[in-house]
């Protein structure tokens, strides 16, 4: 089982731009969740996707989007880039309300 | 909303010693589960115990367990003999009836051979 995958590793951006990041579930596993991770902070809750539908959402603006395939593989959008989302991006993906499991992240830079 | 507060921004042990990281919430929900992860430096965060509001008895995992005290809203994990793998981010998160999940913003914990 290769656990939850992320793509791509890394990631250089700049301000205005858009930028779509990967996420590839447990097997398993039907809920793929997103967080944004600041340098010495934690996780903060972006949303949630189960069925290809988005079932919660954290505080982020508009410009966060996301999707869920029928695979139950996830992307996440983030467009008009600012600084300030300079990141890690974490998904996480469970089976419905069991524990979750994280995958490596994205780091996000954007200059 | 619920909030998750860790107050000990970076605690240190010695190896083979037993260390208590501490966490508290905010919430008025009465179903909910509450987890502590662990972040090494190489930022996979892993799960460490879980622990479900409805159970009284407090969870252990090895040398992991956590005293749960529902009323005082509190959730801290104590690590016994603490090993240098030990060395880690340490967050305390809670999950909401809704399946969505709060972080604390984490201890760093240091292991001193």
């Known amino acids: 089982d290769a656990g939850v995958t992320q793509s791509p590793t890394h990631l250089i951006k700049t301000r205005g731009q858009q930028v779509t990041l990967r996420c590839s579930p447990k097997?398993?596993?039907?809920?793929v969740s997103w967080y944004q991770q600041a340098l010495g902070q934690g996780p903060q809750f972006i949303f949630q996707?189960?069925?290809?539908?988005?079932?919660q959402r954290g505080n982020f603006p508009d410009r966060f989007s996301g999707h869920q395939f029928p695979n139950y593989s996830s992307e996440l959008n983030v467009n008009a880039l600012l600084l300030g989302d300079s990141a890690l991006y974490l998904c996480?993906?469970?089976?419905?309300?069991?524990?979750?499991?994280f995958g490596p992240g994205t780091r996000l830079t954007v200059l | 909303a619920q909030t998750v507060t860790q107050s000990q921004p970076e605690m240190s042990v010695q190896e083979a010693e037993t260390v208590t990281l501490s966490c508290t919430y905010d919430t008025s929900e009465s179903d909910y589960y509450l987890f502590w992860y662990k972040q090494p430096p190489s930022r996979q965060m892993i799960l460490v115990i879980r622990?479900?509001?409805?159970?009284?008895q407090n969870a252990t995992e090895n040398r992991f367990s956590v005293n749960f005290q529902k009323a005082a809203k509190s959730f801290s994990l104590k690590i016994s003999d603490s090993q240098l793998g030990d060395a880690a981010m340490y967050f305390c998160?809670?999950?909401?009836?809704?399946?969505?999940?709060?972080f604390g913003t984490g201890t760093s914990l240091t292991v001193i051979p």
């Open positions: 998160a809670y999950r909401s009836e809704g399946n969505q999940f709060y």
């Open positions: 622990q479900e509001a409805y159970k009284q």
């Open positions: 996480a993906s469970s089976f419905w309300g069991n524990e979750q499991f």
């Open positions: 996707y189960y069925e290809e539908e988005e079932r």
């Open positions: 097997s398993g596993h039907d809920t």
